[in-house]
């Protein structure tokens, strides 16, 4: 399965616009790039998923490069609420099984 | 519209013994998968179930086994419980097999501990 590289922590203002990175170099053209989080003493919760194109949705918005060896999660505007461990994901679309996790990025935000 | 539900929350067991977890799906899902997730760690994929069959399974050894329920409800059962077992169990519905671009619910898990 392909791999996913993301920074361990990052900071950020309540308020204030976050750029979560991820670099998936190897991955393939089957695979779609999914995000999901974890707050503090929950399961995690899907953000956002895409393929090629850049996506929005409620809670965030997905950039991903023309090369798709890397992506950005978005969060327009960051609440103390966003504090969480956020996980990149690549997902065969051939293949409906396991979400392998890596050890994500874990996300403060600063009041 | 009733989310995925665990339990018990908490379990407390010693080495050597079987334990029991089970998971309620979210309406209209019919596949469970279940995780671990040790402490600092990212989950890690057990299996999964489909129409009350096994659909995959990661690098867990066979005294990791579980169930489906005509309901889609499921049970992971540990056997010969180990240290390392203590953990955070998860739970995830998903609606239908078949495309990756269907995400997973999850549940709030059950936190095992082994002593």
């Known amino acids: 399965d392909a791999k996913t590289t993301q920074p361990n922590s990052m900071e950020s203002n309540e308020e204030e616009p976050v750029h979560l990175p991820c670099n998936h170099s190897?991955?393939?053209?089957?695979?779609?790039i999914h995000w999901y989080r974890q707050l503090p003493s929950q399961g995690p919760e899907y953000v956002i998923h895409?393929?090629?194109s850049n996506v929005n949705n409620r809670m965030a918005s997905l950039a991903i490069a023309e090369d798709r060896k890397s992506s950005t999660l978005i969060l327009h505007r960051a609440t103390l609420r966003d504090a969480a461990v956020y996980y990149c994901?690549?997902?065969?679309?051939?293949?409906?099984?396991?979400?392998?996790f890596g050890k994500g990025t874990r996300l403060h935000i600063l009041p | 519209e009733t989310g995925v539900t665990q339990s018990p929350t908490h379990l407390i067991k010693t080495r050597g013994q079987q334990v029991t977890l089970r998971c309620s799906s979210q309406?209209?899902?019919?596949?469970v998968s279940w995780y671990q997730q040790a402490l600092g760690q990212g989950p890690q994929f057990i299996f999964q179930?489909?129409?009350?069959?096994?659909?995959g399974r990661g690098n867990f050894p066979p005294r990791f086994s579980g169930l489906q329920f005509p309901n889609y409800s499921s049970e992971l059962n540990v056997n010969a419980l180990e240290l390392d077992d203590s953990a955070l169990y998860l739970c995830?519905?998903?609606?239908?097999?078949?495309?990756?671009?269907?995400?997973?619910?999850f549940g709030p898990g059950t936190r095992l501990t082994v002593l």
């Open positions: 309406s209209g899902h019919n596949t």
């Open positions: 995830a519905s998903s609606p239908i097999l078949g495309t990756s671009r269907n995400e997973q619910f």
């Open positions: 179930y489909y129409r009350e069959e096994e659909n």
């Open positions: 190897t991955i393939s053209g089957t695979d779609y």
């Open positions: 994901i690549l997902r065969d679309m051939n293949r409906d099984d396991k979400i392998i």
């Open positions: 895409g393929l090629t």
